[in-house]
């Protein structure tokens, strides 16, 4: 991911999740084995993972950087 595509804690961010379209925040960078969002979690710094929190149910899930997008700004 390039500089300007790295997402950072509190960018707000939209995803799809059962064929539609969540949006939420960024809790936090994942870049090591754990777990988060209720299973385990393989992510490494060349494959980081991202914790996200829905605006609407205020559940977490975690994604892969590209099944994210950036809506703008932070919260």
């Given at each position: ?9 509190g960018d ?44 609407k149910s ?18």
């Amino acid at each position: 991911m390039a500089k300007k595509d790295r997402l950072d804690k509190g960018d707000k961010v939209a995803w799809k999740s059962h064929g539609k379209t969540v949006t939420g925040k960024v809790k936090r960078k994942i870049s090591e084995r754990t777990s988060a969002a209720g299973r385990t979690v393989d992510a490494s710094d060349q494959d980081p993972q991202y914790e996200v929190e829905s605006d609407k149910s205020g559940r977490s899930a975690v994604h892969k950087p590209s099944a994210l997008r950036r809506k703008g700004g932070k919260s």
